[in-house]
């Protein structure tokens, strides 16, 4: 009988199975187990990201215990000498093993079809069709045929359901254990899912996931194969059995392919750096040449945002070597870019990779003429590595994407390791998507041409810089005005509507403008503006670079402007990220000895100020207030707060649930209160307003430039006693 004929009739007869039905039903119910582990900041990583976790996790072990039954069935029924006289039991383990993977993908589309409805609804404007079908074939699907696959293996060559259940759950366990947490390869069962983006790309994470599922897909193929040797023949055992099995030397050599193909792979996986894993220990060194100054500089980049995201590029460096001699010169670059060719007034000229990886940046070397003027041109290509450390959080924030670009200094291109005189510029053209619109560090990015129906080229530069920060995504851009400065606000166009709704532009304008009388300006000028972006989840924070600060996407979800902590509404939600600017990204409250001091409480308490000043006191009371004073009663009050030797019988979610509480409480509303009772005792706001004016301006004194909770007792001459800090 031919395999496809076999696989028919063996799908057929397992789909007639109520056991095979228990199975499915129990994948679903796995499935739904996500929603009781809901720990993103994203929509998608609540209602997404949790449950492909939950369904890959259990629907493993299911489809295991399903997979040892169904395997184990010829046995138990004794028809093995049956059944090997009709079909070959090589033919046999293939059918089966095929039957098994194709009920796991139709128990994958059926969770996927009936989930859809419902996270489409929960998701709304942040739904992406691409990354709900990314995470079921990705994630699910592989970790349910993994799971029939890895119990094949095991029970071809033990032979008992049991032992082979043992080991199973033990590999499982080891996958997730901290000793294989370095590298995102060696987790089979389940590749990292932290959280998912709502509104740039997740690319990165499913390119990682994909890979992993790929290596694996090869390597457990292979010991298949290997296995499928250990079947039991002619009556004999498991040593004599494999003699007879190795005589088909094909199968050997195909599973050893597969096996030397998947190592291959995992050691020349393509997305993170070799940074030693001592990095810390690794002492830098300074490759600057004196005597020698970039004079200026211009690079054209073209972008290609397939699925490994690749950059080609050429940039002129003008330089002045004022030594008289030849001088070794050196460029940094992302690990993931390769110099094709360096020339020098023209001329070739030869250059060596150093391969220092360090932090996903290199050096080249090349020998510098002893002329004084020199022009430099440098061609490079490659998709950008990432830092090796950084495996288990997909990387962070340098990214080539489908709807998503972040590429900074070394990783849009080489940087000189030379003096920069004042005033040099710095130009970039670089070719994106029809789609995308950039966002760059220094003065105005302008639109130059439309290169083809799908591509624009634009055109940046800043001056007395070494390297730039380019940002592009599917963004709206709308100038806020407010505290006499430029600002421009870009985000994400799937919630322009939503923006416009909350009247958020009206609120973050005035906290823009009470920012800046309350605490001082923050410089820039009309050519050189304040961007303010909305940033991808996988940023981990904001950050703040030149005349660029990030806000992360986070803010920007229901479960965020909903919370009542940081506003009564999502326009004030939104007002409080941008003062985060002024606290957080302008200067930051930080104390080694007070985890919750931090730069969320004066945050919350400058929303406060603000929302009293636009809606009156009653407002501010009932909505702030009232609201930060409950939480802290309810915290105290709080029966394992009262009585912590109780708090360690706790089921682990459960005190975890409890200390998120707690540290949110303390840290928003807890130091909120107390800047609300340093105003009390101080006699009114203003006093309160010149302090941390002063300390906004001046910064800290004890840890600088991070302002500490003794910097705000010394200036404020108020001590923990009387603001009631334990």
């Known amino acids: 009988m031919r395999v496809l004929d076999l696989l028919r009739v063996e799908v057929k007869r397992l789909l007639c199975s109520y056991i095979t039905w228990i199975a499915i039903l129990a994948t679903f119910a796995a499935f739904l187990s996500g929603f009781y582990t809901q720990t993103g900041s994203t929509m998608a990583s609540v209602y997404l990201a949790e449950q492909v976790k939950g369904v890959s996790n259990f629907g493993l072990i299911i489809f295991t215990i399903l997979s040892l039954y169904e395997l184990n069935l010829i046995s138990k029924n004794n028809t093995k000498e049956i059944t090997d006289c009709i079909v070959s039991p090589y033919r046999q383990a293939l059918i089966r093993l095929l039957s098994l993977i194709c009920v796991s993908l139709i128990t994958t589309l059926l969770i996927m079809l009936i989930y859809a409805p419902f996270v489409i609804w929960k998701l709304n404007i942040v739904f992406s069709l691409k990354d709900y079908i990314s ?86 193929l292979g010991i298949w194969i290997i296995s499928l040797l250990c079947i039991r023949r002619y009556g004999k055992k498991l040593f004599k059995s494999f003699v007879i099995g190795i005589k088909k030397g094909w199968l050997i050599f195909l599973s050893m392919c597969l096996i030397l193909g998947g190592c291959l792979m995992w050691y020349n996986e393509p997305f993170f750096d070799n940074t030693p894993l001592d990095w810390m220990n690794v002492e830098e060194k300074n490759y600057m040449v004196d005597g020698v100054f970039l004079v200026r500089a211009d690079a054209n980049i073209s972008i290609n945002t397939s699925w490994f ?11 002045r070597n004022i030594t008289g001699a030849e001088q070794d010169f050196y460029l940094s670059l992302n690990s993931g870019y390769k110099v094709n060719r360096i020339l020098i007034n023209g001329q070739e000229v030869a ?25 430099m041109n440098v061609e490079y290509s490659g998709s950008p590595k990432l830092w090796n450390a950084m495996q288990s959080m997909a990387g962070g924030g340098t990214l ?41 560090s220094g003065y105005e990015v302008q639109k130059v041409s439309e290169i083809n129906p799908k591509y624009n080229q634009w055109q940046t530069y800043d001056k007395g810089v070494t390297g730039m920060m380019v940002l592009a995504g599917e963004y709206i851009k709308i100038n806020l005005n407010g505290g006499g400065m430029p600002i421009e606000f870009y985000y994400s166009k799937k919630h322009h509507e939503q923006i416009e709704s909350l009247g958020a532009i009206g609120a973050m304008e005035s906290a823009i403008k009470y920012c800046t009388e309350k605490y001082g300006p923050r410089a820039f000028t009309e050519d050189r503006p304040f961007k303010i972006i909305q940033g991808t989840i ?35 939600v939104l007002a409080h990220e941008i003062i985060h600017q002024w606290w957080g ?34 407002y501010a009371k009932e909505n702030y207030l009232d609201i930060w004073e409950n939480s802290i009663n309810n915290t105290k009050n709080n029966f394992y707060v009262r009585n912590p030797e109780y708090r360690e019988k706790l089921p682990e979610k459960y005190a975890v649930n409890l200390d998120a509480t707690l540290r949110s409480v303390n840290t928003y509303c807890g130091y909120a209160m107390m800047f609300n009772r340093a105003a009390e005792l101080l006699g009114g706001e203003d006093k309160l307003d010149e302090i941390l004016k002063k300390l906004f301006l001046e910064g800290g004194i004890e840890s600088p430039p991070y302002i500490s909770l003794n910097d705000f007792l010394t200036v404020s001459g108020l001590t923990k006693e009387e603001l009631g800090i334990e």
């Not at 080539?400 to 053209?429: C, F, W």
Request: charged share 20%.
């Open 135 to 220: 995470c079921f074939l990705i994630y699910v699907f592989p970790s349910l045929a993994f799971g029939c696959i890895v119990s094949a293996i095991c029970y071809q060559i033990i032979q008992r359901t049991d032992v082979s259940a043992i080991l199973i759950l033990v590999l499982v366990i080891g996958s997730k254990s901290t000793y294989f947490s370095e590298s995102y390869l060696s987790k089979w069962s389940m590749p990292d899912l932290i959280l998912l983006s709502d509104d740039f790309s997740n690319d990165m994470i499913f390119r990682l996931a994909g890979y992993n599922r790929l290596v694996w897909s090869l390597l457990l």
């Open 309 to 319: 995201g690749k950059l080609k590029g050429e940039i002129k460096y003008i330089l």
């Open 351 to 375: 250059f060596e990779d150093l391969k220092d990886d360090y932090i996903a940046a290199r050096h080249i070397r090349c020998k510098l003429p002893s002329e004084e003027d020199l022009v």
């Open 400 to 440: 080539i994407s489908s709807n998503y670009i972040h590429l900074t200094g070394k990783s849009l291109a080489p940087v000189p390791e030379v003096l920069v005189e004042e005033d040099a510029p710095y130009y970039i053209q670089v070719e994106l998507p029809k789609k995308l619109t950039p966002v760059a």
């Open 538 to 572: 996988l940023m981990f924070g904001g950050f703040a670079r030149d005349n660029i600060s990030a806000i992360s996407e986070d803010s920007f979800t229901a479960i965020n402007l909903q919370n009542k902590d940081i506003g009564a509404s999502g326009a004030e």
């Open 585 to 618: 990204l302008g200067v930051m409250l930080m104390d080694s000895e007070d985890f919750y001091w931090s730069s969320e409480g004066i945050t919350t308490y400058t929303t406060y100020r603000l929302m009293k000043q636009l809606y009156g006191d009653k």
